[in-house]
């Protein structure tokens, strides 16, 4: 009955707004181009090039935004009010629209998008009324898959050539830090997040693991594993060792207990067992930018981190 009540609010919402959301500007020639796009959910037509998107993951904001498109409205980053700091100047009028695991439909109506991007591993069950409402194109999945998902959106928003630019310029980057960091990349790195009460080691298939792995940089066997990641007892510290040690620390809107999760584990007995702390090489990282954007700013930003970082490890 809920999801009949909102799909006839958007109904009344795209009648009042009219049949046709292509921009009066774009050229009648221009309106007449459809092209299909194959993604998570199917296919989807699309004629001409957006103009007024709106999107429904935090990795698709940045890729947006690496294209040099502002959305009309987009989900609220998972950290900030509303947007990551990394980006924030970037989002200025930007509508927001609720988080990725549940997005404003009605508001979304009211925008009248000329396309929608979300993805299919938080937003499959609204698809429906989201293609109501505008062409929509999902993912399907985030963390490990950010190259790809750039590239799909960049085809969905007609900027296949600019999206081929900003992946070669990526692939350089990789190349190039790999050969600054050279013999470093030997050096292990290990991942793990603090949260109130948990913890959990992040394995290869995630986004900062992805991000090392292209780079190169070694991984301790506990953690070399192709899945994401696992919530861990403190009775399995050990698997946290490496020869440095990166970890993102998940307080948000001001509350403490992740820090006090850090403190309680790093602190311990058992952690002081650990080569990286006797060796002094723990480190926290920003977790906006190593796991939660997922996005491709975020990823040249972590890659600018490591090659600071990197210089001063032993």
């Given amino acids: 009955m809920h999801t009949l009540i909102i799909l006839l609010l958007i109904s009344s919402l795209l009648a009042a707004c009219g049949k046709d959301n292509t921009p009066a500007t774009e050229p009648a020639a221009k309106k007449a181009e459809a092209r299909t796009i194959t993604h998570a959910m199917g296919e989807t037509t699309i004629s001409g090039t957006p103009k007024r998107i709106v999107v429904l993951t935090n990795q698709g904001t940045e890729s947006l935004l690496e294209l040099g498109i502002k959305p009309v409205a987009a989900v609220k980053s998972w950290i900030g009010e509303p947007w990551f700091d ?10 927001v629209i609720g988080d990725e695991t549940q997005p404003n439909l009605e508001l979304i109506a009211s925008l009248k998008p000329d396309l929608i991007l979300g993805t299919k591993v938080r937003q499959e069950k609204i698809y429906p009324l989201l293609s109501s409402i505008a062409p929509t194109v999902f993912t399907e ?9 750039f590239e799909l959106y960049a085809k969905a928003l007609n900027k296949e050539a600019e999206g081929k630019l900003a992946v070669d310029g990526y692939n350089k980057l990789i190349e190039q830090t790999k050969a600054t960091l050279g013999e470093k990349t030997k050096l292990q790195v290990s991942l793990a997040r603090f949260q109130p009460g948990k913890v959990r080691v992040y394995y290869k298939n995630n986004f900062a693991g992805i991000i090392l792995k292209q780079l190169g940089i070694a991984r301790p066997d506990a953690q070399n594993k192709d899945d994401f990641s696992a919530d861990i007892t403190k009775e399995q510290i050990d698997v946290l060792d490496g020869d440095v040690f990166y970890y993102f620390v998940s307080d948000r809107n001001g509350e403490t ?12 007995p058992l952690a002081q067992n650990l080569n990286v702390v006797k060796k002094q090489q723990t480190f926290s990282v920003n977790e906006s930018i190593w796991n939660t954007s997922g996005g491709i700013i975020a990823a040249r930003l972590m890659i600018e981190d490591i090659t600071k970082r990197f210089p001063t490890l032993k």
């Fill in 141 to 149: 999945n985030l963390g490990d898959s950010m190259i790809e998902n």
């Fill in 86 to 95: 990394h980006i924030k100047d970037q989002m200025t009028g930007v509508e």
């Fill in 257 to 268: 207990g992740a820090s006090k999760t850090t403190d309680e584990w790093l602190q311990s």
